[in-house]
């Protein structure tokens, strides 16, 4: 890439702006729509802040459209506030939204998505279940309410079986006072699911209520882990409104999803790189060695 002055753009990164603004150009008059992208790549993700940063952009250029599609590629975030965004994109489109889904929309990105009228997906496209992730500050690992459930029905049969298991099992679990509150969170996205899909997607339908909550009861409870992949065909099973575009308008999606994707990836790499200088040295190589063995590991 040519050198240039901080803050300024180069040739290159001018020339794919103008690539990705005449696809959605394209894109817009296939659809007879107003296109928005909503890209948060790794480590971003969907947060509090989401939403003045979105509500800046479209209030700004998008004032109220007749027809929004929004083109989302996120791995998730904070549920919260992916219902907030959800609600938010509603106001900007007066009649219809859709949410266009290239590759991912994981975990609270499959909560936003499903806030619209309908979606739409391709052979690579990809929802997620909706469990919340919940960290352990101990071990810095991640996982699901579920897995709670599990863990207290195992104690229960080995209190029964083997009392002494059970009250090994017992005392090693952390925080118990809390466990009731992880489960509480798989209610709040469950009623948040259910309150999007009754508000929009199946709004007019006489049986919104039952749908919605058997779609939002399955993407919350129904899957054995977070990572499972909810492609075109499993969302159609799940009752979802899914369409699948004409060749024409899937080509020019993906192609913009490729440029965009590239870029994001680009400021992520480079807001990891700019991380790193402020490290020390000892720490930055210590790190630096270790991505290089995991960026290895995937390539071979």
């Given at each position: 890439?040519?050198?240039?002055?901080?803050?300024?753009?180069?040739?290159?990164?001018?020339?794919?702006?103008?690539?990705?603004?005449?696809?959605?150009?394209?894109?817009?008059?296939?659809?007879?729509?107003?296109?928005?992208?909503?890209?948060?790549?790794?480590?971003?993700?969907?947060?509090?802040?989401?939403?003045?940063?979105?509500?800046?952009?479209?209030?700004k250029e998008f004032k109220k459209t007749p027809v929004l599609d929004v083109i989302v590629d996120s791995g998730g975030g904070d549920v919260d506030a992916a219902y907030h965004l959800a609600k938010l994109f509603r106001e900007f489109a007066k009649k219809k939204l859709t949410f266009i889904i290239p590759r991912y929309a994981k975990s609270a990105a499959t909560l936003?998505?499903?806030?619209?009228?309908?979606?739409?997906m391709g052979i690579t496209s990809e929802l997620g279940p909706l469990d919340p992730q919940i960290t352990d500050l101990i071990k810095g690992e991640q996982f699901s309410p579920l897995s709670i459930r599990s863990t207290l029905d195992l104690i229960k049969q080995e209190t029964e079986e083997s009392p002494e298991i059970a009250k090994m099992l017992m005392d090693k679990l952390q925080f118990p006072l809390t466990l009731g509150e992880f489960m509480k969170s798989l209610?709040?996205?469950?009623?948040?699911?259910?309150?999007?899909?009754?508000?929009?997607?199946?709004?007019?339908?006489?049986?919104?209520?039952k749908k919605a909550s058997k779609i939002a009861k399955s993407l919350v409870k129904d899957y054995p882990h977070h990572g499972y992949c909810i492609d075109i065909e499993e969302a159609r099973n799940l009752g979802l409104k899914v369409k699948e575009p004409p060749p024409e308008e899937w080509d020019l999606i993906w192609k913009l999803y490729e440029l965009i994707e590239g870029q994001e990836r680009k400021k992520a790499r480079k807001k990891m790189e700019d991380s790193l200088k402020s490290l020390p040295e000892p720490i930055r190589k210590i790190i630096e060695k270790e991505l290089r063995k995991k960026t290895t590991r995937k390539e071979g």
């Open positions: 890439m040519p050198k240039t002055n901080k803050g300024k753009k180069s040739t290159r990164e001018k020339g794919i702006e103008k690539r990705i603004s005449g696809i959605v150009k394209k894109l817009e008059k296939l659809r007879k729509s107003r296109i928005f992208t909503f890209f948060t790549s790794y480590p971003s993700s969907i947060s509090r802040n989401t939403i003045s940063v979105i509500y800046k952009t479209l209030r936003l998505v499903c806030g619209g009228d309908e979606m739409i209610d709040i996205g469950e009623t948040y699911l259910k309150k999007l899909l009754i508000g929009r997607m199946f709004k007019n339908d006489k049986e919104k209520e």
